[in-house]
C-alpha cells in the first residue's frame, strides 16, 4: 500500500480499497481495477437518479477518496434524472461503463449493479439505505439484497411466549 504518512490520506485509502476489495469478492472478480469500474458507474448513475439531498447524504458516508470519485462530474442541473424502469436505469450503467471492458465478459450489468447495491448495503447506514430504495421506483427493488442483514430482525424471528 502506498503511504502518504498522512494519517487521513492514508485511512481513506486503505479504507477505500475495503470497498474495492468488497465489490471485487461480490462479483468475482480478478482485480480492483475492475471493481473501481464497477463501483464508479453505478455510483455516477445512482447519483444521478437521486435527489440532491439524497445524493450528497449517500455521498457523505462515502470514504474521503471514494467520494471524490463519487462528485467527479456531478452537476446540479436537470437532477434527478427521471429513470423510472430498471431497465433504463440498467442501460445507463453499461454506458458509463468503458467500452470492451473485461468485467462485461463475466458478469451482466444487472448483477454488477445488484453486487455494488450489496456493498452499499454493508457498508452504507441502514437508514440511508432506506432513504435511497424511497426515493427509487418501486421497480428497483429487486437490485438491492433481499437477505436481512446481520443484526437485524423481524417479528417474525421472535419467539412467543
Not at 25 to 39: G, I, M, T
Amino acid at each position: 500500500m502506498t503511504e502518504t504518512n498522512i494519517r487521513s490520506l492514508d485511512k481513506t485509502i486503505s479504507v477505500s480499497r475495503e470497498w474495492l476489495k468488497d465489490v471485487q469478492r461480490s462479483l468475482k472478480l480478478k482485480n480492483e481495477q475492475d471493481a473501481y469500474v464497477a463501483l464508479r458507474s453505478v455510483l455516477h448513475v445512482l447519483r444521478d437518479r437521486l435527489t440532491p439531498e439524497e445524493a450528497v447524504d449517500l455521498g457523505a458516508q462515502l470514504p474521503l477518496l471514494l467520494r471524490g470519485v463519487y462528485y467527479e462530474g456531478w452537476s446540479l442541473a436537470k437532477k434527478p434524472q427521471k429513470t423510472r424502469s430498471q431497465k433504463k436505469f440498467l442501460s445507463k450503467v453499461m454506458q458509463a461503463l468503458p467500452p470492451r471492458i473485461e468485467l462485461l465478459e463475466k458478469v451482466d450489468t444487472q448483477g454488477i449493479v445488484k453486487g455494488v447495491f450489496g456493498v452499499l448495503e454493508k457498508r452504507v447506514s441502514e437508514g440511508e439505505i432506506e432513504n435511497i430504495k424511497a426515493v427509487l421506483p418501486k421497480g428497483f427493488s429487486s437490485l438491492w439484497p433481499s437477505e436481512k442483514r446481520e443484526g437485524d430482525f423481524e417479528a417474525s424471528d421472535l419467539e412467543l411466549w
